[in-house]
């Protein structure tokens, strides 16, 4: 059961990552050519699975009950993050991520940019854009991977959840040639949240000692119930009147300033 | 390069902490007290599912507070 949810969980992370890469990928190869972004993009996902063949094996030498314990803490705050981001926009208080919007002002950047070459990158500024979209955005899927991997003893099958949501975001984008913005990205970010918190509290508590009545079957009970208090938080969220939002046009730490 | 660190510092914070740091205080608070719980041998699963909804409840009205 749990690695059934282990995989959709690092699948929907993994598939709300690619698509936001995706858009600032295309953004340089449309505008300025694919040769230094596909560069950048390759040279993105091998450092990615450095990190992850490094850590993986690595974090699982750790005595399960500490790892649980630190790995839980991090992936509950980790969560709670994305859990807060999802309510607030889905009760109007924060933008929707919008990356039609966000493609158009990386585009309109990458137009204006001076071209440099630097060793083998033909343009620097393209490679850069999309090493660091890649890498900023995998970051947060590799650890996902690691901590969920290593702590079910699965790393494998979260592999194996980040590669097919990669390889599936990829495909549609290569025939759509343009940013996937009907994708439901906000819904999944939203269960992302709900699914990183529920795991997060589980191995958390577990690594502190508690113990849960029914062992894994406890995330039965703790998944619906943050689900439902989630919902219940937007729906009284809704009723406050939130101030204009400005468009939400990705975190910063994806911009490329040089 | 004291830019440079503080731009990784920065980013760090940023991934693993987020806008409210008050939640990564609460959660670290809740585990501590799950762990001195259990260890007297008093049932502490319930800790920090309550701990949770609260913290997140909080960060909300915060939020929305500061947005009107």
């Known amino acids: 059961m749990s690695g059934t949810l282990l995989v959709l969980a690092v699948?929907?992370?993994?598939?709300?990552?690619?698509?936001?890469?995706?858009?600032?990928?295309?953004?340089?190869?449309?505008?300025?050519?694919?040769?230094?972004?596909?560069?950048?993009?390759?040279?993105a996902l091998a450092v990615l699975a450095v990190i992850v063949a490094i850590f993986g094996p690595a974090i699982g030498h750790v005595p399960l009950n500490l790892l649980r314990l630190?790995?839980?803490?991090?992936?509950?705050?980790?969560?709670?993050?994305?859990?807060?981001?999802a309510i607030l926009r889905a009760s109007g208080h924060k933008a929707l991520h919008d990356e039609a919007a966000i493609y158009q002002r990386q585009a309109s950047a990458a137009q204006t940019a001076a071209r440099h070459r630097r060793a083998f990158v033909t343009d620097w500024y393209a490679?850069?854009?999309?090493?660091?979209?890649?890498?900023?955005?995998?970051?947060?899927?590799?650890?996902?991977?690691?901590?969920?991997?290593?702590?079910?003893?699965?790393?494998?099958?979260?592999c194996l959840g980040a590669a097919l949501a990669v390889i599936l975001v990829t495909i549609v984008g290569v025939l759509l040639k343009k940013p996937l913005a009907r994708v439901p990205e906000n819904t999944m970010k939203f269960v992302v949240g709900?699914?990183?918190?529920?795991?997060?509290?589980?191995?958390?508590?577990?690594?502190a000692g508690a113990d849960w009545p029914g062992a894994d079957r406890a995330l039965?009970?703790?998944?619906?119930?943050?689900?439902?208090v989630s919902l219940l938080f937007i729906a009284l969220l809704r009723k406050r009147q939130p101030a204009t939002s400005a468009p939400d046009l990705g975190p910063s730490r994806t911009e490329v300033t040089s | 390069m004291t830019a440079a660190i503080n731009r990784f510092l920065r980013f760090w914070w940023d991934f693993l902490i987020g806008d409210d740091w008050t939640v990564a205080v609460?959660?670290?608070?809740?585990?501590?007290?799950?762990?001195?719980?259990?260890?007297?041998?008093?049932?502490?699963?319930?800790?920090?599912?309550?701990?949770?909804?609260?913290?997140?409840?909080?960060?909300?009205?915060?939020?929305?507070?500061?947005?009107?």
């Not at chain 1, 709900?194 to 690594?207: C, I, M």
């Open chain 1, 194 to 207: 709900v699914l990183l918190t529920s795991f997060g509290t589980f191995w958390a508590s577990e690594g």
């Open chain 2, 26 to 68: 609460g959660v670290v608070l809740t585990l501590t007290v799950t762990a001195l719980l259990a260890a007297a041998g008093i049932p502490a699963w319930w800790l920090p599912p309550a701990a949770v909804v609260l913290l997140l409840g909080r960060s909300l009205r915060g939020e929305t507070r500061r947005d009107r």
């Open chain 1, 127 to 158: 490679f850069t854009l999309a090493f660091k979209g890649v890498l900023l955005e995998g970051l947060e899927v590799a650890f996902i991977v690691v901590t969920f991997g290593a702590n079910q003893g699965h790393l494998a099958a979260a």
């Open chain 1, 11 to 43: 699948f929907l992370a993994c598939a709300v990552e690619a698509v936001e890469a995706l858009t600032i990928v295309l953004a340089a190869g449309l505008t300025r050519g694919w040769s230094s972004p596909l560069i950048g993009v390759g040279s």
């Open chain 1, 220 to 228: 039965l009970v703790i998944i619906p119930g943050y689900l439902l």
């Open chain 1, 70 to 85: 630190l790995v839980g803490a991090l992936l509950l705050i980790f969560g709670l993050q994305w859990l807060r981001k």
